[in-house]
């Protein structure tokens, strides 16, 4: 039997919320990265809930809020300084 390289979802209906993130993130974040996102984020939540009515919800607002410090940021795309003169300075030239 192979392993699978898609991590476990502790829940079936988290699948949802992780096909919006990824389309969200296309291009930034693998599938697996948002799927480990919000199945810890799932996890941590459902450590301490008393009630798991809206868990699934929660997870996938929690994953969207703050990407964790494991997930590397994209760069931002560089561009020129612009610098513009005050008002006052632009009639004198």
Known sequence: MTASSHPVLPEE????????????????YSLETVQRLIADSYEQLA????????????????????????IPCPAPEASPPRATLHPRLRKNR
């Open 13 to 28: 209906r988290l699948a949802a919320g992780v096909a919006r993130l990824a389309v969200r993130h296309q291009g930034r």
């Open 47 to 70: 450590e301490s809930a008393h009630v798991s009515t809206h868990l699934v919800v929660l997870a996938e607002r929690f994953a969207a809020a703050s990407p964790p410090c494991w």
